[in-house]
């Protein structure tokens, strides 16, 4: 009696596991890394992808849209927030249906795209060969190849890129890299790198109004940028070390460079070229190395008759000039229209606004040297479609006249130059402060798919056949349903998953109060305190050595869900000179953090001993200045550091330095100002002379101020808390200040100024630079400061 129901049972469940082989369409391989000829990969059967040997890499149909594919390479291994970053696409600009479409490899040796049922293919790699033998291969590299009989490779993905470079792939003169459209459209953008006819490799903008270069700076001979265009040959090439070798002479190193990392070049959607490693741990991808620091430099951002700027409380952002709308409000590329009649020939009747230092690039009508500003406006006046003109103080020492056609890459410049914008006299001028007529920030890390109309055209044929598939196929479902559910039951998940759950949400990981004590060996082994906790040095159980910042004085109130909220933040920044955070405690009344360990201390345990030389230090003054730099920058939370001093930089086994103890500070509200703020932070010594006014906005001027005195530390071994010895003002800054202006000129002083275990061993030209730029950091005024970002400039260009 029992006997024939199990057999019954054991027929159906094989029946069933049989019956997606019988019925659905012959060789249809999964999980390898070579495909058939005469085989295909379709976008229905979620097993149907190539996996490359070592697993990193896999090559098949990739979401870009709801109902919408492309045929894609991407790295096996989902990030954090579970998205797949995808290197390589086959079709970027004309999505598939998530229906029927399939690429298959003909006996010709052809590889092509079809989709649903359009006859014609969507895609193809133009390829014939004559052996029909040809194979499909994806490589541990993330090359995608044909490889006929006799071994050689007739096409591969590598020829072809999309917007990435992955290490080991040649960029060579046929090449180029084109930017996605946006960060939700994996089409084709309007940016792009290439080797231009003078072998120089460059960054182009190719919008749909306007075009330029905008890498290697173009007011630049390609000389002057360090370029060489002498290269007999065009190619560059990145390896898995991080070292990026090009033919015209530009080297980098990424700044984790020496490891063997998962790492790609991308040329990404805001038009900046970035280095990327993997942080396996962690799910994300660090930034190693970019083309571009200041992000009003990359063209188009911001479109015709706007500004770009980089603001404290928006990062960058545009405006369109007064009496200006803007076209598209939701995107700033297409600029801004004239409210205004534009019938401005050759009438001197006409007005100029004053912009003082904004500059707009490029498209001069006439350049006109030596001159003064009436003739400017003459000269001006005197060209019928002359939009205004940029009167600058140039270097040769006088006033010259730029009178522009086009207001195209308009942003605030440190240069003394002034642009001055034609309006008819009828217009009422609105004044400066009201020169952003709409704001709008960049939505930068929407993760959301685009729509695509691609409705799947039912085929009638075969209803009977199918009505059989559905019939095993619902049986099958049910009987694996069981046997999943029988084995989940014995286990005991839930503890497991909710914390996996937070881990992979957050990129980081919850430690327990046990395990973290355990791991500080009883909290025994203090590294520092400040900052709001004491720091323990510990071993996590998978050995990685960790500094554990305990949290005093933490809001009782303060649960998990909003300690995890403000340190969420802290995750999504990652830079090299910005210490990493892994992990939290939220237990009771705990509260602690888990960071990554430095070997070497901070730079205040460090600055009295000789163990700092000039080069040492001035490698520090730059990391710190691109960390806190970073801090500042647009696409993440705004966040100030406030309490910039020695303690807070943190040196690793090379001397590295990184950042740390930043985003405790509370994270600033884009919108809010920031009294609230004024009373805990900073501390004594380091402080901007705007925490003293309550009337005092603080920007990010505050940390460029406690940066100066950083800086002025380390020229001069000198600390300035205890600084009541150096003179009559009892500060380090006026006693450098009143040496360098006693001096009057002779160099002698900056040995005076200079610590002595540093002496002779720098070069002094360059140190007068940096100690300027030290004490133009400590200006009063913090509109006089320059931003972090000018300062990695001005030091790197020392
Ligand atoms: C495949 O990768 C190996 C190294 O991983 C490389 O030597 C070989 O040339 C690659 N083949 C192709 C066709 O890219
Ligand atoms: C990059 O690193 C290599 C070796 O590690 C070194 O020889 C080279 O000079 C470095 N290049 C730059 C631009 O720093
Ligand atoms: C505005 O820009 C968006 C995104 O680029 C585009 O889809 C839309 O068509 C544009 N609207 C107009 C009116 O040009
Ligand atoms: C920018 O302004 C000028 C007039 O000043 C106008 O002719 C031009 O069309 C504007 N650009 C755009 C994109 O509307
Ligand atoms: C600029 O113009 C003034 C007056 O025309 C002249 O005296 C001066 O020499 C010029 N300067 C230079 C550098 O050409
Ligand atoms: C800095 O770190 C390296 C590597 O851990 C170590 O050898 C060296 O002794 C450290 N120096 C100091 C001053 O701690």
Redesign the pocket.
Request: hydrophobic residues 45%; charged residues 15%.
């Given at each position: 009696m029992a006997l024939p129901f199990l057999f019954h049972v054991l027929g159906l469940l094989s029946f069933s596991l049989l019956a997606p082989l019988l019925f659905s369409s012959p060789i249809s391989p999964s999980r390898s890394s070579v495909l058939q000829p005469g085989s295909f990969l379709s976008v229905e059967n979620q097993d149907d992808f190539l996996i490359s040997p070592n697993g990193i890499f896999t090559a098949g149909f990739y979401k870009v849209g709801e109902n919408a594919y492309c045929f894609s390479i991407w790295y096996t291994k989902p990030l954090s927030d579970g998205s797949y970053t995808a290197v390589w696409m086959a079709n970027r600009d004309v999505p598939v249906n998530g229906k029927r479409s399939k690429l298959s490899l003909l006996k010709t040796g052809n590889l092509m795209l079809t989709d649903a049922d359009q006859p014609l293919p969507v895609w193809t790699a133009g390829i014939i060969d004559s052996s029909k033998s040809a194979q499909l291969m994806l490589n541990n590299t993330g090359n995608l190849f044909l490889q006929n009989q006799d071994n050689e490779t007739i096409w591969q993905s590598f020829d072809s890129p999309t917007d990435t470079l992955l290490p080991l792939q040649p960029f060579t003169k046929d090449t180029t890299l084109v930017s996605s459209r946006s960060s939700t459209s994996f089409s084709q953008g309007f940016y792009k790198l290439f080797f231009d006819n003078d072998n120089v490799l460059r960054l182009v903008y190719n919008g749909p109004k306007i075009a330029g270069t905008y890498w290697p700076d173009p007011q630049q001979t390609a000389w002057v940028s360090g370029r060489s265009t002498w290269a007999p040959r065009r190619t560059a090439v990145l390896d898995s070390?991080g070292?990026f070798v090009s033919s015209d002479s530009l080297?980098?190193?990424t700044s984790d460079?020496?490891d063997v990392l998962v790492r790609r070049l991308t040329m990404d959607v805001d038009g900046n070229l970035r280095a990327y490693s993997l942080d396996e741990i962690k799910g994300v991808w660090k930034v190693t190395w970019q083309a571009i620091s200041d992000t009003c430099q990359v063209q188009g951002i911001c479109g015709e008759n706007s500004t770009c700027s980089i603001s404290p409380t928006h990062g960058r952002k545009c405006s369109c000039l007064p009496n200006h709308q803007m076209i598209n409000q939701t995107d700033w590329s297409y600029g801004c229209a004239p409210v205004f009649n534009t019938t401005l020939c050759g009438n001197d009747e006409d007005n100029y606004v004053a912009f003082p230092n904004y500059d707009f690039y490029g498209y001069d009508a006439r350049f006109v040297p030596n001159t003064t500003l009436d003739q400017c406006k003459k000269v001006c006046a005197s060209i019928c479609n002359c939009k205004g003109f940029l009167f600058n103080f140039d270097i040769q020492g006088f006033y010259s006249c730029y009178a522009k056609f086009k207001l195209i890459n308009g942003f605030g410049t440190v240069r003394n130059g002034t642009m001055y914008l034609k309006v008819p006299k009828s217009i009422s001028l609105q004044t400066n402060n009201n020169m952003a007529v709409q704001e709008f920030s960049l939505t930068c890390s929407e993760k959301s798919t685009i729509k695509l109309d691609r409705a799947y055209v039912k085929n009638p044929k075969n209803e009977s056949l199918k009505f059989m598939k559905l019939f095993t196929y619902i049986f099958g479902a049910l009987e694996i349903v069981c046997i999943i559910c029988f084995f989940y039951k014995t286990r005991n998940p839930l503890k497991t998953r909710r914390q996996g759950y937070l881990q992979t949400v957050q990129g980081f990981q919850r430690f327990s109060y046990a395990e973290l004590k355990k791991a500080s060996d009883n909290f025994s082994k203090e590294l520092g305190r400040g900052g709001g906790g004491i720091v323990y040095k510990g071993i996590l159980p998978d050995n990685r050595v960790a500094a554990i910042k305990v949290l005093k004085e933490f809001d009782n109130n303060q649960g998990e869900a909003e300690l995890l909220a403000e340190i969420s933040t802290l995750g999504r920044i990652n830079h090299m000179n910005l210490i990493d955070i892994w992990g939290y405690c939220v237990e009771r009344k705990h509260r602690m953090l888990v960071y990554e360990y430095m070997e070497n201390g901070s730079l205040a345990q460090n600055l009295q001993t000789n163990k700092l030389d000039w080069a040492k230090r001035f490698d520090i003054a730059v990391g710190t200045a691109k960390g806190l730099a970073y801090l500042h920058e647009e696409c993440l939370e705004w966040v100030l550091h406030c309490d910039v001093k020695p303690h807070n930089i943190l040196l690793d086994s090379n001397f590295s330095p990184k950042v740390a103890d930043f985003g405790l500070s509370k994270l600033l509200d884009r919108d809010v100002t920031h009294k609230e703020f004024t009373k805990a932070r900073g501390t004594r010594g380091y402080m901007a002379p705007e925490w003293l006014f309550l009337n005092q906005p603080i920007t990010s001027k505050v940390d460029v101020y406690s940066y100066g005195v950083v800086m002025l530390e380390m020229i001069t071994g000198k600390i300035r808390a205890d600084d009541q010895n150096l003179g009559s003002k009892g500060r380090l800054d006026s006693w450098v200040a009143e040496k360098m202006i006693a001096a009057d000129g002779k160099n002698g002083w900056i040995r005076d100024v200079v610590d002595s275990t540093v002496q002779g061993k720098y070069d002094t030209s360059k140190m007068e630079v940096v100690i300027k730029l030290a004490l133009r950091c400590l200006e009063e005024d913090k509109d006089a400061r320059p931003t972090m970002r000018q300062v990695v400039d001005m030091l790197l260009r020392t």
């Open positions: 070390s070292h080297f980098f190193n460079a020496e």
